[in-house]
Structure formats: C-alpha cells, structure tokens
C-alpha cells in the first residue's frame, strides 16, 4: 500500500467524520481544559488594613526562567521559585556568578516564560531524556554545564539560537502518524511536532504555576500565574508578542502559543473562552517600538478593517501595554513628535529579534501615536481599539529585573552580562580576536565597530535600558485587587524609579485643598482617575489634578508634565501637544512656551555625583487646558521627569575606569508616565465602547 493511497484513506476519514458532525462531539480543545492550580497555604491575615484612598504597589510582569528557550539557551537555571526569592529581596546567582538583588522588595512579580516550547530546551540539554536521543539534540546536550556558562561559550550559544534551533524545532511527524491524529482531535497542533514532548511542556507550565502559588501571600506579596505569547507578523516579522497574566489560582492546562496560532485575535478569543468558563486574564502586549508598525495597526492582522466589535474585543483582553522595559521605550519617537524635546528617549530602533538587525518604522510602534489613531478610528465610526492603560516591568530573561542604572545586568545571561559584551567598554584584544573567530567559525559578520580610536561590540545591547515598572493603585496587595487596578487602568509605568503619581479630572478640582489630609478621597469624590472616562458637563472646562513624589533613593522631581491629544472635528487630523504644569525649585511655567525654565541640576560625569541642592520631594497642581474646545475627543496623560542622572553605561565606563562611549547618551532623567484620561464631548457620550 503506498503512501498516496494511506494519505487519500486519511484525508476522506477526516472529511467523513467532520461531514458527520462526529467532529465536533469527540474533539476536545485541550487550551480550554481548567486546572486548580492553588495549594494548601496556612491562613495569614493581611499584612495591611484595606485602604479605600488605594496605594502604590510596584510590581514587574515580565519575567523569564530557565523555561523560556532563549534564557536556556543563554546559560540561564534560574527557576521560577528563584526569581519570586529575588522579587522578595533575596539575593540569586547570575549565569556569570555574581549576585543580583533589589534595592527594595517589589510588591507584586509574575513569571511569564514563553509559552512556545516551555521546558523543551532544558529537556533537550538533558542526556537522560527521551528527547536528547534525537541526533539534532546532540549541539545542546549539557549546555548548561558550570565550565560552560562562560563568555568563552557565547559563539556556540548564538550559533544555536540563530542556526540549528530555528531548523531542529519544527519537526512535524508525517501525517500518517498516530500523533498528528491526536494533534487534530486534541486541537493541539504542537503535540504533532518531533521536537515537542506535551508531558514536559505541561510539566514546566504546571511548575510555572505552582511557584506563582507557592510565594503568594495576600497582604504581603502578589504573585500572578502567567506566560509570554510570543508572535510576529508572517511577513516583515515585526514583533506582537503579549504577556498573558490570570487572575486566580485556576488557569488553563497548557497556555496558546504561536503554534496554535500566530494571530493575536485568535488568543483573544480563546481568553474569551476561558472567561466563559470563570478564568478572567489579560493580555498586556510589550515592545511596540520594535513591531515595525504593526502593534497598533489601522487594519486587522488579516488585513480587514478594523469594526466596532474589534475594538470591543481588543480592549476587553487586553487594557494595559507594556510602554517601557530593557528594549527600549515606547512611549513616542522623534519621528513622531518634533516638538516634545524629551521624545528621544531610550529609542530602540530594531525589530525584535530580527536577523540581521533591521530597522523598525515608528508610526504605529508608540503609545501616544497609537492613542491618536484609536481617536481617528473612533471618529471614522469604526471603535478604539486603543485605549489602554500604561504599565513598564523588565523582560529580564534572568528572573532577576535589573531596574538601577548604577546597577545593571541587562537581560540575557552570558549574552550581554559583561560590560564589553554589552557595548559600553572597549573590547580587550583578546576578546575582538574571540569575535572574530566566531564569526569565521559560524561564518556570521563579526559585531565589532570603531568609535574614534576604540573598538567596541556592534550587538544593539547599547539601546537597552534599565527599566521598567508596572505600578497599579489598589486597595491592597491582593490579587484580585491588582488585577481590578490593571482592568479598569489605574495604573502607571516607570523606568525603574518608585516615584507615585496621581492623576485626576472633573469640574470641581480647583476646589480641593491639596494640602489637605483628605485630598485624594476628594479627587475621587469630585472626580476621575487615570484610566477612566471624563464625561462633558454642560460644556464646562475640566479641571486636572496631579501629585507627583519622588522616589526616596532615586534622584528628585523636576517636573511634570500633561501630555494632550486630540483630532479636528472637522478634518480627522490628528494632534498633539506637550505642556509643562509643575516645576521645581518655585520656578513657574512660561505661558508663552509652556516650559518650566531649567532648574539647573547637573551631574557629575566623572563620579556620576548629582546637584544636591535642586529638584523637588514633591509636585502638586491643578491644571486647567488653555485650548480646551468642548466638542473636541481628547486624551490627557502624565510624564514627570526627574532630575538628571547617568546612564547605565556611563557606569560601567565609571566602574571599568574608562570614559564614556562618546556617541552614548552621558545622562537620562528617569520618568513615569500615567495612563490617560479621556474627555468626552456630549456629542460623543452615545458612542462610547462598553468594556
């Protein structure tokens, strides 16, 4: 019987039992299976009383172990048992030996490991296993051996990650086997593949899991059972990964990955289904800037228009974005905004994961563009699919976030754990003769250039940054409390810095004493928070409120800023515009510029020491808009800048005695940003998307 004949047999069986309705009776879909995650905890009452006014909590939901195929890959063992313990304070080992640990405890963690291939690498590096006998296994056997994780292993380690996995890991059986039959009545197509063994994908998601319940404790420290989708478009591979996060101790057996589909509505809709059946979970999607435009896309991944019911079901998944994090920042680009000078911030330019490094157009990429053209579709009739709320967290790839520019590993183990290896220091001679081995022995272009008489490593590291933070106002340090701050976008990001800020809109703002022990419980009262909708009154002007405080070890406030948005009524244009509402020092905007003046804080470059004398513990205001149209749809978000302080590269130049890579920016003014709030004319209230 030849193999024609068997796939005809197949192929008709298939089609028969579809016709038949018997399909739809036996297929089970196994990412819709629920499992009871949670373990016996003994009782413990809440740290701290409920607080009505709600607190800052400073949380990171971007967390990679071993589990995730790159962190392996990169010589990273951490567990996610280790990287709760460093969320709490602990100390953990980076693959290079030294210790990484926070300034401070963080108030909520999730580890999100990809759910493409969870588990998979480590098991294939593992010569015990039934996977490690494959002959295309054999390059990652013992990988992570201790005399292996060293820089002396980073050719090997980019050779597999670029070369022989992307070949080995999409291995499907033929389809005559009795797996890919199980693939189709499972809808589970992963379970056809070669490469993938569904029992130790469980199992490391299971474990994913079991940490996330091991180390939470209501009151005290937050934890969230989650995973990274990770996809991109099928054609220019601009990035639309998403962190998946799940607001209980229930969640699905196995989470959606790109092998089920590459299709971001296709995971909303399963998010939908786990909703129906009690598991609510949000979708947060990170490095906009590197989507070459397709993040915030005006069509659909397919190519249709973007419709009302689109909107609906994009906001309802997912109403956060990750707008900073060690991949850049996302907030706009200069492209974008000529007129904001603090546009150029952190700017990575490159697509995710590209191969060679190519560039990633801004429009479409940034938040503030994104907000704009959700206003545009709304007025074309079409919904706003993007109005969402801000968060930053980390994308360490270490289970360690390196949040401190004076005190940073970037994210990827032996990759870019070094100095050199990051691009802030010259390279030795020994260590340009080692890349120029690797690049004859894996016949890559050896990442080296020249920067006036130095040499350096050419990798795009030197576009990372120490960042970020996801801060969500809840009531207290529970899950469900979190979870509800991040739906309804109470929420902000930071780079790192634990600044709190406030932010709120009404018609009576003006009124409130903002020295008042009861400030905040009558901002809610007269008003609404960031995240929300303000509702036209009457045509009346709206009145802001903003509180800003600095972070205690970081450096002090200089301003802040209301960031405005809006499209002509009658043309759809687009528009934008920057206004500085408190300064420092008792310094005072200039109505005419709109600026505070400069308040004169410097930094120190050869001991990265800062003014001591400037900046601000505080800054508190109300604001009105001097170019408010009532009739116009608009949003208003916040941006407080600190004082100056040196990058992180200019301390590893400072710590490795050298001066600073001169084509680097020296200094950054670390920052948040809060999520907006809209201003809905009158006219506008009937067609307001319900979330």
């Known amino acids: 019987m030849n193999k024609s004949f068997i796939g005809l047999v197949v192929v008709s069986t298939i089609f028969l039992i579809y016709a038949t309705g018997f399909y739809t009776n036996f297929q089970t879909d196994s990412a819709l299976e629920i499992v009871d995650f949670s373990i016996d905890q003994p009782e413990t009452e809440n740290a701290a009383p409920s607080n009505p006014d709600r607190i800052p909590l400073y949380g990171d939901l971007h967390v990679h172990t071993k589990y995730s195929f790159d962190a392996y890959i990169f010589g990273v063992t951490a567990t996610p048992y280790d990287a709760y313990r460093y969320a709490k304070g602990e100390a953990i080992k980076h693959p290079l030996g030294f210790d990484m640990k926070l300034r401070e405890p963080l108030d909520f963690y999730a580890v999100t490991d990809h759910g493409f291939y969870m588990g998979m690498i480590e098991n294939y590096a593992d010569t015990s296993s039934e996977m490690s006998k494959n002959e295309w296994t054999k390059p990652m056997h013992n990988l992570n051996r201790p005399e292996n994780v060293t820089v002396d292993s980073l050719g090997a380690r980019a050779d597999l990650f670029s070369s022989v996995l992307t070949q080995a890991i999409v291995k499907p059986y033929p389809y005559w086997h009795p797996k890919v039959w199980k693939a189709w009545f499972t809808n589970n197509i992963q379970v056809a593949l070669q490469s993938f063994d569904y029992d130790v994908h469980k199992s490391a998601w299971a474990d994913v899991a079991n940490a996330a319940e091991e180390f939470n404790k209501p009151g005290e420290f937050t934890t969230f059972i989650g995973y990274e989708f990770t996809t991109s478009t099928d054609v220019e591979g601009g990035n639309l990964h998403r962190n998946v996060i799940f607001n209980s101790s229930n969640a699905p057996i196995r989470p959606w990955t790109r092998i089920d589909s590459i299709n971001p509505e296709d995971l909303w809709t399963w998010m939908d289904g786990l909703r129906d059946k009690g598991v609510d979970s949000l979708a947060m999607p990170h490095n906009s800037n590197g989507s070459n435009g397709q993040m915030f896309e005006v069509e659909t991944f397919r190519g249709n228009p973007i419709s009302i019911e689109y909107a609906e079901k994009r906001m309802r998944n997912e109403p956060v974005v990750e707008m900073t994090q060690v991949k850049g920042t996302s907030d706009t680009h200069p492209l974008l905004s000529p007129d904001d000078e603090w546009a150029d911030f952190e700017i990575m330019d490159k697509r995710v994961g590209s191969r060679p490094p190519t560039y990633s157009m801004p429009q479409g990429g940034y938040v503030r563009d994104a907000y704009l053209r959700g206003l545009t579709l709304d007025w074309e009739g079409r919904g706003n699919p993007y109005k969402f709320g801000l968060i930053g967290s980390s994308d360490t790839h270490t289970g360690a976030g390196g949040f401190d520019e004076d005190n940073y590993w970037s994210k990827a183990g032996v990759l870019d754990g070094t100095d050199m290896g990051r691009g802030s220091v010259p390279l030795t001679p020994d260590r340009i003769e080692q890349l120029e081995e690797y690049a004859e022995l894996y016949d890559q272009p050896i990442s080296i250039q020249d920067i006036e008489g130095r040499t350096y490593a050419d990798v795009g590291f030197d576009q990372w940054s120490a960042s970020g933070l996801a801060v969500a106002w809840a009531e207290e340090n529970t899950r469900d409390s979190i979870f509800q701050a991040f739906k309804r976008k109470e929420t902000f990001a930071t780079t790192g810095t634990r600044m709190a800020v406030r932010f709120f809109a009404g018609f009576d703002m003006q009124s409130i004493d903002l020295d008042s022990e009861d400030m905040v419980k009558n901002a809610y009262a007269k008003g609404v928070t960031m995240g929300a909708d303000l509702f036209s009154q009457d045509n009346q002007t709206p009145q802001f409120l903003v509180w800003a405080q600095r972070d205690k070890l970081g450096a002090p406030l200089q301003r802040v800023q209301i960031i405005k948005g809006w499209i002509e009524n009658a043309s759809g244009t687009p528009k934008e515009k920057v206004y500085d509402v408190a300064c420092s020092d008792g310094l005072t905007v200039d109505p005419m510029t709109n600026r505070c003046p400069d308040n004169g804080a410097k930094v120190n470059i050869n001991n990265c020491s800062i003014s001591s004398d ?57 920052r948040a940003w809060s999520s907006p709030i809209w201003y809905i004319p009158k006219s506008s209230e009937l067609n307001i998307i319900p979330l």
């Not at 992180?648 to 001066?659: E, F, H, I, N, P």
């Open 614 to 670: 400037v900046g601000a513990v505080e800054l508190k205001t109300t604001w009105v808009d001097p170019d408010f149209d009532p009739t116009i749809k608009a949003f208003y978000y916040v941006r407080v800048l600190e004082n100056p302080t040196c990058r992180w590269s200019t301390w590893d130049a400072l710590k490795a005695g050298v001066k600073p890579r001169p084509d680097l920016d020296e200094t950054i003014q670390e």
